[in-house]
């Protein structure tokens, strides 16, 4: 074991650092987000994109945003620096539909005990 670690930081030939750590999180929690999908379509036997995937996906770019500001590399900058938006915004759908999909029953039963009987 003590030869997968050198003197230089070094762990399999990968010379670490703090954003190293953070460039290859970035890329794991992306990665995941595949697998996250594939698992859920299998699941039920249909093409879905649950939420966790879009969590992923944010959370993925954005380490490796700052991996890639860390770099100053602009081809690298550039392929995430607008990534965020879709993400953020199926989010904001994601959880809009979950919440209107729990407020129409409690304002249904409420709008039935208040509203006269018909023919009255």
Request: net charge positive; proline share 4%; hydrophobic share 50%.
């Amino acid at each position: 074991m003590s030869t997968l670690f050198l003197a230089d930081i070094s762990w399999l030939g990968v010379h670490w650092s703090l954003m190293k750590v953070i460039g290859w999180a970035g890329n794991l929690l992306f990665f995941s987000r595949f697998v996250i999908q594939w698992l859920a379509t299998e699941r039920k036997r249909t093409v879905v994109i649950p939420v966790a995937f879009w969590y992923c996906s944010l959370g993925g770019s954005l380490l490796l945003l700052i991996y890639a500001l860390s770099r100053r590399d602009s081809v690298f900058v550039f392929a995430y620096l607008f990534t965020w938006i879709p993400y953020i915004r199926n989010l904001y759908f994601a959880h809009r539909e979950r919440r209107l999909n729990i407020a129409p029953v409690s304002a249904s039963s409420e709008a039935e005990t208040v509203a006269p009987p018909a023919g009255q």
